[in-house]
């Protein structure tokens, strides 16, 4: 039973008004609470109504005394209140089934759970959905739903998610469009496949059913693609052509709608050659979590911080350690920091060896890379490393090592560094 109530947060509405663990949430305002979404929703309202059954089936109801919005104080089994929903579909392009052997087994979970994408941000395809979550997202005015489209075309959809449900979960797009539901989407570019006229339409029905912002990402391929579809990374010609036919049908809707809507993902400009946009070109940086403006906007926080010192500092020789198509960024930034302030340091683009080196994001770089390839240089007194390459709230890389492994094997302290230009520059200044 996922809604028996395992701990209860001292000093919460929960606690004040008698609620004892053990007991089983049934029901908040006579809405019957099956998992999280019912239980934040329901719980949102000022002095709700709890229905409580005890382990022996007596029920009792308590009336909690809250602000509209404040936290039941509640805590259960798990996040979710029941079990994560995992993925049905077989996507030609899908990241779990080329990753390396011998991994945690979480790296192979694939999820695809609307209550994640509301609650945590993940993008999902729609095809688990049932008519009656369907509706409950509707009824519920579930919002943001994030959104794993690829193609609208629904023959393409159902190739490229390996399932017939690709097409059919097309109309609960439209579906959540009509009914208001903010929508945020994601195309992962796979040439050959969803590009040239295929991309054209698929924007073309995004924007016509609602959606409010959409990145398109290159295909990541790694070294792991035995027995898997035949699919090639996307070149230079191509990622300039994404970019021209992006902006393109973007500008017609910032035009129309106040908004580009469609953006492509720093790694399609690297891959071009071309220079980032200027930072009012991503709006308010609405796909930043997919890499859209995630280097423009470091940069414009870095230079802004730079900007306040007004002298030298004193610290000491450091090494940034990122991936290959963020080092020259990093190097400018470094440059940058070294004539304002006189902090002298490198930046080291570490291959990816463990995926293949046609994976080049610093997410990607695994800790036994950075050791393999860093030990025996000269890097200073210190290695800062950015977050993303740590599992998230922790600190183990993808390959299961540890910050404390490197710290060991390197013989230098580790600073992990945050997705921000401020906190870069701390860093990089000796005062993390």
């Known amino acids: 039973m996922h809604t028996v109530v395992t701990s209860i947060d001292p000093g919460s509405p929960a606690e004040r008004a008698g609620v004892r663990p053990g007991e089983i949430l049934r029901s908040i305002n006579a809405h019957a609470i099956t998992d999280v979404l019912d239980y934040r929703f329901f719980g949102y309202d000022r002095n709700p109504s709890l229905v409580l059954e005890a382990e022996d089936g007596t029920q009792r109801t308590l009336r909690v005394k809250k602000p509209e919005a404040e936290e039941l104080g509640l805590n259960f089994e798990t996040y979710l209140m029941d079990v994560p929903k995992p993925c049905s579909n077989h996507c030609l392009f899908c990241f779990v089934d080329q990753m390396a052997p011998d991994c945690r087994d979480t790296l192979y979970f694939k999820d695809d759970d609307a209550r994640l994408s509301f609650l945590m941000g993940n993008y999902i395809t729609l095809t688990n959905l049932s008519p009656r979550e369907v509706q409950r997202i509707i009824d519920l005015r579930i919002s943001p739903i994030n959104v794993s489209v690829h193609a609208t075309d629904p023959k393409l959809r159902s190739a490229l998610l390996g399932s017939k449900a690709g097409a059919e979960s097309l109309e609960h797009m439209k579906a959540f469009g009509r009914a208001g539901i903010v929508m945020n989407g994601q195309i992962v570019l796979c040439p050959g496949f969803n590009d040239g006229d295929q991309l054209q339409r698929t924007m073309e029905d995004m924007a016509a059913w609602g959606f409010a912002s ?157 050791i393999a390839q860093l030990k025996g240089r000269e890097l200073g007194s210190r290695l800062l490393i950015p977050v993303n390459m740590l599992r998230h709230g922790g600190d183990v890389f993808l390959d299961d090592l540890h910050v404390s492994d490197v710290e060991r094997e390197l013989g230098v302290p580790v600073t992990v560094v945050e997705q921000d230009g401020f906190d870069l520059l701390d860093a990089i200044l000796g005062r993390k």
Do not use: W
């Not at 350690?321 to 004539?339: C, D, I, M, N, R």
């Open 214 to 370: 959409c990145s398109i990402v290159p295909v990541g391929l790694t070294k792991y693609r035995e027995g898997l579809a035949k699919l090639r990374p996307v070149g230079p010609a191509e990622a300039g052509a994404a970019i021209d036919q992006v902006d393109a049908f973007g500008a017609k809707c910032l035009a129309q709608q106040g908004s580009r809507v469609f953006f492509c993902s720093d790694e399609l400009y690297i891959r071009a050659g071309r220079e980032l946009p200027e930072e009012d070109y991503y709006e308010d940086y609405v796909q930043l979590e997919n890499g859209v403006g995630m280097l423009r906007s470091l940069i414009s926080e870095f230079e802004a911080g730079l900007r306040l010192e007004d002298g030298g500092v004193d610290a000491s020789p450091y090494t940034i350690a990122t991936g290959v198509s963020a080092q020259p960024y990093l190097q400018a930034l470094a440059g940058k920091a070294q004539e304002k302030a006189g902090v002298t340091g490198q930046v080291i683009a570490i291959k990816n060896d463990f995926f293949g080196h046609t994976i080049d994001v610093a997410g990607l770089v695994t800790g036994g890379d950075l």
